[in-house]
């Protein structure tokens, strides 16, 4: 019997004290070998660009609607009696907007959405929210953000629960022009009373005071869409909870900050990532730009993978992209940042919720989570949300380092994917990566290896990733 054996026989706890340290030892040396001089101060100190130049991740989409040159989208869509006319912007309920002409846009999004289109047109890049016919200072309209920074406005508010989910920002091209619309979560309730309202707003003054949000209006919160009636700002979602539909008057504060907070909460709570001696406690998945780093570098693993797909001939643009083990999202936010329509992520359920904050503070709005704990049998589709389940012909599965944890689910057989963007396990040798690639080629018929690399990023040793694609199959799975 050898030394090790009589340990962990005889001294339980001291064989797994010792064996941590090994693991640590291991791990510090691992971390030191794999990172320069330069690196190694990267991964400690952080390298941080300026994040109004990083954000939002997520590329916009345009949307061409049906129209004679000319032809004005503000006339199109004003004639119902239930569009709300504000200043700056025209607001299509749910079912409005689905008798409209942009009828054909609503199928894209929940049920539930609503569609804010504003007044002035132009494009995501140009176009401002303030219309030039509501009366404002010159500084006033120069304090405020462009669109995609309005989005991420209103990302954060909806992190503290305070404004409806906004969906998407979208391009119209209409008769020969460009509007910007904001695809948002309808909140059907009316002014609700002091008892609902009172505390919605003081929760908001205390972001204020906290340094997340700034308020921009000359008179602060004695504007009127602070005070009652508020403009109609102020609305109840369908749990008759405090809603506030309006974010054109803020700007962020110390951003970096907040998401640095929102990825500690995530590193703390999840059992992902690693501790370090030289880098503390960090995510499985790097945060690109923020001095976030993680066990997998996000930015390499992705040109790698942009590589991979420009040889194979796919793109994940335009498409649905289900990630199975989607850890924090980052992997799902560079998709969206390539122009994927949609993301929908699964991971544990401790998990989820702090993949939503993260993914939303980074500007991310097309994409929905499930928390489950995966097992073979695990009907995927029936997690999507019902606008997404039409939507599976020729999307795109990302499978990436999760094949050892659970296997190859029956429902990679049943949904209609294009392409899987595989990523193994470290240790898998070329004759295991066989192995499991073949399983699945067995598991899905018309499947083949239409490239294969074995790489290293991040912290991680060496595994083979791949890009498989598929002959046509229908949404049934045939």
Known sequence: MTIKEVVRRTVPSLFVSLRTIKYKVLMEYRVLRRLSVSGLLKAVIGHQEPWQKLLPFQLPLRFHGHAEPGADLLTAIAGDAHVAHGGHAVYLPPLVWCASALAPLAASYPDDAGLKVIRTSGSV???????????????????????????????????FGLTPRVYDLVEIEYGGRVWVAYVVKHAPGSLPGAAVYEPGIERIRELTRQGILRLIVPDGFDHPDFRPPFNDNVRTDAQDNFQYVDFQNFTLENHERFIRRVADEA???????????????????????????????????????????????????????????????????????????????????????????????????????????????????????????????????????????????????????????????????????????????HLVPGTRVATRRTVRDGDSDPRIVAIITREHASSDGR
């Open 125 to 159: 890049a140009d176009g401002q929210y303030l219309s030039e016919t509501v009366p404002a200072g010159k500084l006033h309209r120069q304090a405020h953000y462009g669109h995609q920074h309005l989005a991420l406005v209103a990302n954060v508010l909806h992190i």
């Open 267 to 441: 590193a703390n709570a999840t059992h992902f990532g690693d501790h370090s001696v030289v880098r503390g406690k960090y995510l499985y998945q790097s945060i690109p730009g923020f001095g976030r780093a993680g066990k997998r570098d996000i930015v390499s693993r992705l040109q790698l993978m942009e590589g991979m797909m420009a040889e194979a001939g796919v793109t994940v643009r335009d498409r649905v992209v289900l990630d199975v083990g989607c850890n924090v999202g980052m992997m799902m936010a560079q998709y969206l940042a390539r122009g994927a329509a949609w993301c929908h992520g699964w991971d544990q359920p401790i998990v989820v919720p702090h993949t939503e904050k993260l993914m939303l503070s980074l500007g991310c709005t097309r994409f929905s989570l499930t928390g489950a704990p995966l097992q073979r049998s695990r009907p995927l589709i029936e997690d999507l949300p019902p606008f997404l389940r039409t939507r599976l012909d020729g999307c795109v599965m990302s499978y990436l380092a999760i094949q050892g944890h659970i296997g190859w689910l029956d429902s990679v057989r049943d949904i209609p994917w294009s392409f899987m963007l595989y990523e193994g396990h470290e240790y898998e040798d070329a004759a295991k990566a066989d192995d499991i690639l073949n399983e699945l080629m």
